[in-house]
């Protein structure tokens, strides 16, 4: 019933830019926070970004500080993840996620998202 679909992936160049986006249906948008998290072959999944349901509190992981930034649109019921100067090691499989309840504070770790979509991969050349 909950549905989400990232977009906005591709092939670029160390220090480029991307902006990847998730489209939510199936679901009040607005009333729950959403997460941003990437998969790299070999490697664990790990949490990137997070956003509360109102927007006015965000998380990010500390390798990506200062170069990526976490959003969203209520009205058009999706969640951004701005990503500039990108680097090789930033290569990896993209998902959007949302918990599965209501929370006051943003979750941090994987098992509390139980929606997840199908991801876009990003890759990155140095």
């Known amino acids: 019933q909950v549905r989400l679909v990232e977009s906005g992936g591709g092939l670029v160049q160390a220090g480029d830019s991307l902006r990847l986006s998730c489209t939510a249906s199936?679901?009040?948008?607005?009333?729950?926070?959403m997460g941003w998290f990437r998969q790299a072959p070999g490697k664990e999944r790990e949490i990137v970004a997070a956003?509360?349901?109102?927007?006015?509190?965000?998380y990010l992981v500390n390798s990506v500080k200062g170069r990526f930034t976490i959003s969203r649109d209520n009205a058009k019921n999706t969640v951004y993840l701005q990503m500039n100067s990108l680097k090789a090691e930033d290569t990896a499989v993209y998902y959007c996620a949302t918990p599965g309840t209501w929370t006051t504070q943003l979750e941090l770790t994987s098992a509390a998202y139980v929606y997840w979509g199908r991801g876009t991969q990003v890759t990155v050349s140095s």
């Open positions: 199936g679901r009040t948008f607005s009333s729950y926070n």
């Open positions: 956003i509360r349901w109102s927007g006015d509190s965000t």
